[in-house]
Nanobody, 122 residues
Framework: QVQLVESGGGLVQSGGSLRLSCAAS????????MGWYRQAPGEQRELVAR???????NYIDSVKGRFTISRDNAKKTLYLQMSSLKPEDTAVYYC????????????????WGQGTQVTVSS
């Protein structure tokens, strides 16, 4: 079955950096488009970055130039390098597959891991 294990979060000062990892298993990772989501308290979960099986990337405007999504298919691991962090980046970060319906992207799997907490202090 699908398993996604996120790690790498923590408490960091504004302007700092973190690297998140997501270990995937139970599906053909190398051919699945993947994404990083985040959910802040009281907010809906949002897709912040996605990467295709061919390593094409896309980001929401608020993280462009600061976040970099990447993948290692041999290790079945997804990464999110975050730099110049801001307090508004504070959230629980999750990974999941992504799939497109029309012009919108949705989570591929019903399963969600436990996420990893990122807290940015001002």
């Amino acid at each position: 079955q699908v398993q996604l294990v996120e790690s790498g979060g923590g408490l960091v000062q504004s302007g700092g950096s973190l690297r998140l990892s997501c270990a995937a298993s139970g599906f053909a990772f190398s051919i699945v488009d993947m994404g990083w989501y985040r959910q802040a308290p009281g907010e809906q979960r949002e897709l912040v970055a996605r990467i295709t099986s061919g390593a094409m990337t896309n980001y929401i405007d608020s993280v462009k130039g600061r976040f970099t999504i990447s993948r290692d298919n041999a290790k079945k691991t997804l990464y999110l390098q975050m730099s110049s962090l801001k307090p508004e980046d504070t959230a629980v970060y999750y990974c999941n597959g992504v799939r497109r319906y029309g012009s919108a992207w949705y989570p591929r799997y019903d399963y969600w891991g436990q996420g990893t907490q990122v807290t940015v202090s001002s």
